[in-house]
């Protein structure tokens, strides 16, 4: 998930309502009359001490007796008939010289920047009060006792899944109290609203974490109902509001297609639920399973990729489907971070992703179609290898414990004695047994990705093929595909890739230089890109995060106090 996001400009809250509205600006015309509940300001030269009655009464009388003084001279006033029929008369229209331009354009200029300076004020005081606002009603709900109840989170993205994902939010029920066969709150929110870092369901969830965490009462139950990237929205939002991580757990329900992070805790039973059914039947067996379910531990990654000097990065524009350059404050960026759940990945598998990302549709059967067309279409076209683009990949960087995991240096490798990378069109790190839409690729692997110089050293590696992948134990496990071929058998032949590496990192993969034209692909948890002049990769531990779990792919994970 892309770590830096864009702001909204959107002003939410009860405060929002008294913002100037532009369209009933232009429309307004002077009005000297007052009117409703609306209250006159005080006259400037009110004497001190004299109330606004009192002081208008005298106003009043002393503007009379000038008048009536007026009369007895035969000055011009409202008594004589020939004045008043002139007085009645429009004044004549006197047409003012206008501004030099110079002046015009200043001026325009001022005014311009004085009413984006009160909207910007405004918009900041909408935002306290909104936020202020928000955190009161998450108090306010947090205040009951929460050791009679099982507490329940649902953030739902609405379009996951061809919109299907609306199904938690069409029917307006927005809280939900069951007795059978637990006692629980639901609380269910759209994971769109509200301002990020404020969204009102986080709020609540903070408010309710911390009395769980004082009380010592059960684990909240934190339901996702979308694909994996609204699990890293969730996670993300947690994280940004100051929720406390160690009392919650989540689950998914999923939407949409791939889905590895549910299909990895086994929650894709429950793909594209409909809640509300009849007797609330699946809504019930949800919450049924995620009362049952383990808790356990999942790692969470951050992944930075650099570029050198003129590099760039594309990605499709989800709406246009179109290539863009990703670009900060209109220049190209020359470095994204992201906090990385699944996978990473670099090679022809990401070429094949950003075709299939350029014709996505809302059919998942059309989906599955175009991503093979996407791989036929890559595998009667020339494909750059790992080999031509790496440098290689070093464990624990800058550390005495610094490891050359691999090299694609022929003389390096034969001089060093390092492994040396076999020929490979896809390099992946591994967070969880699943990928590319639910394969498992690590457990049924028999062979290594690298070539050893020495027979002690290769008697040594293929230990590796002994080791287990285990969600949460703080490690990551890198596997290579040799070509096109291997990654489609491994749908039908498991067992294609190649182990290269399992460990603690973090790791650092170094690029050759390389030519303008060349274009390099990566994705991470299949949000797929394109890049010119890669400098390095950089993979570290970031945070581990609870997780209910109901069937686990692979060995068990590590195990959370539930």
């Not at 350059?325 to 990473?344: D, H, I, Q």
Request: glycine content about 8%.
């Amino acid at each position: 998930m892309l770590s830096v996001r864009r702001a909204t400009g959107t002003l939410e809250g009860p405060s929002a309502a008294w913002l100037p509205n532009p369209k009933a600006e232009s429309s307004m015309k002077l009005n000297t009359s007052f009117s409703g509940d609306v209250t006159p300001p005080p006259c400037p030269e009110s004497p001190t001490g004299t109330s606004q009655d009192a002081f208008a009464s005298q106003s009043f009388k002393h503007s009379l007796g000038r008048q009536q003084d007026s009369v007895a001279k035969g000055e011009e006033s409202w008594a004589h008939p020939a004045k008043t029929a002139e007085s009645n008369l429009p004044p004549p229209i006197v047409k003012a010289a206008a501004p030099p331009a110079g002046l015009r354009g200043s001026l325009m200029a001022a005014a311009a920047a004085a009413a984006k300076g009160a909207i910007e004020k405004a918009a900041a005081a909408s935002a306290i009060a909104a936020a202020a606002n928000t955190e009161a009603e998450a108090a306010l709900d947090a205040s009951e006792d929460i050791t009679e109840f099982y507490h329940v989170f649902v953030f739902t993205n609405p379009t996951s899944g061809g919109n299907k994902a609306a199904a938690f939010t069409k029917t307006a029920v927005s809280r939900l109290t069951l007795a059978d066969p637990y006692r629980v709150k639901i609380f269910i929110y759209d994971i769109r609203d509200g301002p990020s870092g404020n969204k009102p369901g986080f709020q609540l969830l903070k408010a309710i974490a911390n009395k769980v965490a004082a009380q010592g009462a059960p684990t909240i139950r934190v339901l996702v109902a979308g694909g994996d990237g609204t699990v890293m929205w969730c996670l993300s939002e947690m994280k940004s509001t100051g929720v406390n991580g160690e009392v919650c757990a989540i689950g998914v329900v999923p939407y949409g297609t791939g889905n590895d992070f549910s299909n990895a805790f086994g929650w894709n039973s429950f793909n594209a639920a409909n809640p509300f059914d009849s007797s609330l039947h699946t809504l019930r067996s949800i919450l049924d399973h995620c009362m049952k379910a383990s808790v356990v531990y999942h790692d969470l990654w951050s992944v930075r990729v650099c570029l050198r000097p003129g590099g760039h990065f594309t990605k499709i524009n989800s709406t246009t489907r179109k290539k863009e350059v990703v670009e900060s404050a209109g220049r190209p960026v020359e470095e994204l971070f992201f906090t990385m759940s699944n996978y990473f990945s670099m090679g022809v598998e990401s070429r094949i992703g950003r075709g299939f990302d350029r014709h996505r549709t809302k059919s998942q059967t059309l989906n599955k179609m175009r991503y093979g067309i996407e791989g036929l279409k890559k595998f009667v076209t020339h494909t750059t290898s790992i080999n031509q683009i790496v440098m290689g990949l070093t464990a624990m960087p800058g550390t005495p414990e610094e490891q050359l995991i691999f090299t694609t240096d022929k003389n390096q490798a034969k001089e060093k004695q390092v492994p040396l990378l076999k020929k490979t069109a896809t390099l992946v790190a591994l967070n969880i047994p699943s990928f590319s839409g639910g394969n498992d690729i690590w457990a049924p692997s028999k062979k290594l990705a690298a070539f050893f110089s020495d027979k002690p050293r290769q008697k040594q590696a293929k230990e590796l093929l002994k080791v287990p992948q285990q969600m949460g134990d703080g490690k990551l496990e890198f596997m290579t595909f040799k070509n096109i071929p291997s990654m489609g058998m491994e749908f039908m032949l498991r067992g294609r890739g190649s182990r290269l590496h399992s460990g603690k990192g973090p790791w650092e993969i170094c690029f050759k230089p390389l030519d303008d034209k060349l274009r390099v692909y990566f994705q991470t948890d299949g949000e797929f890109f394109q890049l010119t002049q890669p400098a390095s990769v950089t993979v570290a531990h970031d945070r581990r995060v609870r997780v209910l779990a109901l069937k686990l792919k692979g060995k068990q994970a590590v195990q959370a106090d539930p």
